[in-house]
């Protein structure tokens, strides 16, 4: 499955909480909910599973701006119902484009991707456990793109 992303403005930090697993495990859970971008923007809730992910979170605040990398996962409950979340793998925070300054060598360079430009400085680790794009079998497996 490949990864998702959205950019949006977080609008809520969701509290923590354990959880137990079919297979008895019990993780901690966390997550945020984000107003997306764009001429329809919609609330979005994204879940954080373990303390890796939950630290995520601690780089956090509403009313930053962000790109949040996702998938989407859908499962069978113990009564017969399907559910389906969206479990957030990586978010950067998103910051607003430098003016330039006197010192030109210490200056970020300009982006052509509008006022905001992705932030690959914080301390986030990428989700281990997913094989790179390039591994993935389809290129474009969305219908409607």
Do not use: H
């Amino acid at each position: 499955m490949r990864i998702m992303e959205i950019n949006g403005t977080i609008f809520k930090i969701l509290p923590q909480s354990e959880v137990s697993f079919g297979d008895g495990t019990q993780k901690m859970k966390g997550g945020f909910v984000i107003m997306s971008d764009g001429e329809y923007a919609k609330k979005v809730a994204f879940e954080l599973f373990g303390d890796e992910r939950l630290a995520l979170l601690s780089r956090l605040s509403v009313g930053m701006p962000v790109k949040v990398n996702f998938l989407p996962v859908s499962f069978e409950g113990k009564d017969g119902k399907y559910y389906s979340t969206l479990r957030c793998t990586n978010v950067f925070p998103l910051v607003a484009a430098a003016a330039p300054s006197a010192n030109a060598e210490t200056a970020p360079a300009p982006t052509a991707s509008g006022d905001c430009t992705w932030n690959p400085t914080g301390e986030a680790q990428p989700f281990d456990s997913l094989p790179p794009d390039e591994a993935l079998p389809f290129e474009n497996d969305l219908p409607f793109a």
